[in-house]
Nanobody, 115 residues
């Protein structure tokens, strides 16, 4: 079955950095669009960044210039490098894999940014 396993979350001070990773199995990784979503308490889940199998990346306006998404098709992994973190980045971050009408989700990893 499809598994997306996130890692790298934690507690960091404002201005700090974290690197999230997601290891995928059970899918043909290279043909899936990979992405990161986040959900803060009391808010809707929102797209943070996406990287298609080919083509340009896509970022939420709130993270442009601070976050970078990348993928390694040889290792079936996708990463999210997060710099200059702000308290409003605090959320559970979810890895997703999408192909046509199918979208898969990981269990999520907590990111907490203290002020």
């Amino acid at each position: 079955q499809v598994q997306l396993v996130e890692s790298g979350g934690g507690l960091v001070q404002a201005g700090g950095s974290l690197r999230l990773s997601c290891a995928a199995s059970g899918i043909i990784f290279s043909i899936h669009e990979m992405g990161w979503y986040r959900q803060a308490p009391g808010k809707q889940r929102e797209l943070v960044a996406a990287i298609p199998s080919g083509g340009s990346t896509n970022y939420a306006d709130s993270v442009k210039g601070r976050f970078t998404i990348s993928r390694d098709n040889a290792k079936n992994t996708v990463h999210l490098e997060m710099n200059s973190l702000k308290p409003e980045d605090t959320a559970v971050y979810y890895c997703t894999a999408k192909r046509l009408f199918n979208r898969y989700w990981g269990q999520g990893t907590q990111v907490t940014v203290s002020s």
